[in-house]
């Protein structure tokens, strides 16, 4: 699109775009559990003792959890509006470990699909600090790796799935605050002020696989758009250290392109753009990734090992709720589906019991 037709698409409309102060005196975005559902998530894992929370279905989700089904609802209403929600409450001091993934896992079903997330296929992906030095210094260590398991600042982003997940177990000694701004919001500040960064924007970059492609993928995406605007709907893509890398493996990016990253970034990490919020133990955080980047601050960890920062992260695919506007498959598909990642159960099933796949485990 050229920049006279892009003026002419005009800005992005509706509840989709916000500023972090809109929320000041608004909590509406944190949905707390009541008691009743609380002791329903207690009860229900406790029924579902010995099961792999991977073999929960939906139905079985639907059955024991009917208490929570309300706020589920309103849930995705959130994320399909303001792109966002946390539920309070799911009482992890109550629960073992293995507990802990079946609630979890039983809550994800009442919105939508679980998909791997890592060369290991992890359906639950581990938060925490693994000793992992990640970046953006460019450097090709750095790029390689995968900044969920370091304690490091993350730029804001997109996750690659429908909809990405957190729940807090463990919080930080110091740091790891979330934050997450509107990605409409972000393109309509550009579209007024920059509108020079559109055009390559629009165009996109490709994604670094971070070598967990299959050896018969390419090790870089095609060009995904940071921006699909259409009829006053804006769908976004966005995780720099992905682009980074992936310029390293292909053409250095050009000023252009380097110059509309920082655009974008300097605008997201403006005072007002942010909603910031602090995850207690037994918060869920849901962000639909079209429509909103998350971010987290650097954090410094207990010394004791048993104690430090613990998240589970949960991708969820949405099916045909999901598309914001008419993004397309690049956009949805093209960084979250290759090597052992991006699958639902069964897709992962079959993939695991199929002999001539390439699957590579790597812890
Ligand atoms: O640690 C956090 O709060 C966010 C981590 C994150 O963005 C991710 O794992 O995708
Ligand atoms: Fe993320």
């Known amino acids: 699109m050229q920049e006279t037709a892009i003026a002419a698409a005009g800005p992005a409309s509706g509840p989709s775009v916000w500023k972090g102060g809109d929320f000041s005196t608004d909590r509406s975005w944190m949905r707390e559990l009541t008691g009743a559902q609380a ?14 929370f991977r073999s929960l279905q939906r139905v079985e989700a639907q059955a024991a959890l009917a208490a929570l089904i309300p706020t589920a609802e309103a849930a995705r209403a959130d994320l399909a509006s303001r792109g966002f929600v946390v539920l309070r409450g799911l009482p992890v001091q109550d629960m073992t470990p293995a507990e802990i993934q079946r609630a979890y896992w039983a809550v994800g079903l009442l919105f939508g699909e679980g998909l791997t997330q890592n060369a290991s296929a992890d359906f639950l992906c581990p938060v925490t600090d693994m000793g992992v030095d990640f970046g953006y210094s460019g450097s090709a260590s750095q790029l390689n790796v995968r900044g969920y398991q370091s304690k490091a600042d993350l730029n804001y982003h997109c996750d690659p799935s429908d909809v990405v997940s957190l729940l807090c177990v463990r919080k930080a000694l110091a740091g790891g605050q979330s934050s997450i701004v509107s990605t409409p919001a972000i393109y309509n500040e550009i579209l007024r002020a920059h509108p020079q960064h559109l055009p390559v924007l629009l165009r996109g970059f490709q994604y670094d696989r971070k070598a967990e492609q299959w050896a018969t993928e390419a090790p ?9 605007p259409r009829n006053g709907r804006v769908s976004c893509r966005y995780a720099r250290s992905y682009i980074l890398g992936a310029a390293q493996k292909t053409v250095p990016l050009t000023d252009a392109e380097t110059a509309a990253l920082d655009c974008f970034d300097a605008i997201a990490r403006r005072e007002d753009m942010p909603l910031r919020m602090a ?3 037994g918060d869920i955080q849901f962000v639909n990734n079209y429509t909103v980047v998350h971010g987290r601050t650097a954090y410094e960890d207990h010394a004791d090992p048993a104690r430090r920062r613990f998240l589970w992260r949960l991708w969820l695919y ?15 598909w093209a960084h979250a589906r290759f090597g052992n990642l ?17 699957v590579t485990v790597s812890h």
């Open 39 to 52: 002791a329903a998530l207690v009860d229900a894992t406790r029924r579902w003792e010995g099961r792999d």
């Open 220 to 228: 870089v995406t095609e060009r995904i758009p940071v921006f699909v």
């Open 279 to 281: 995850f207690e133990p």
């Open 318 to 332: 949405l099916g045909d709720q999901a598309p914001w506007c008419e993004e397309g498959d690049v956009m949805r």
């Open 342 to 358: 991006g699958r639902t159960v069964d897709e992962w099933a079959r993939i695991a019991a199929s002999a001539d796949q390439p």
